[in-house]
């Protein structure tokens, strides 16, 4: 049985094609596999806390199951936005 394989053709006109490119030139021989596969996940389980975290933030009472908590609308400080921002980008 053959394996599935993969091939990584960046577009060099792209910069983060090249961003990615030169990553993934700095990893050892051998190991480029396993970095794919962390990266992957990694991405995968980001994006899953990223909607976890906007599903609290728009709605409060399902970070605390079982207990009634009043809804108010409350604005969100620029300095926190700032780092939700920064998560988002990396």
């Avoid at 993969?6 to 051998?30: C, D, I, M, S």
């Avoid at 396993?34 to 975290?53: H, N, P, R």
């Amino acid at each position: 049985m053959k394996r599935p394989q993969f091939e990584f053709r960046p577009n060099r006109r792209l910069k983060l094609h090249q961003q990615a490119w030169e990553y993934l030139e700095r990893v050892p021989a051998g190991q480029k596999n396993e970095y794919l596969v962390q990266a992957i996940l990694c991405l995968e389980s980001q994006k899953g806390l990223e909607k976890t975290l906007r599903k609290v933030l728009t709605d409060p009472s399902v970070a605390v199951k079982g207990e009634s908590l009043q809804k108010k609308q409350t604005e969100v400080p620029d300095e926190m936005l700032g780092f939700m921002a920064s998560l988002m980008e990396t």
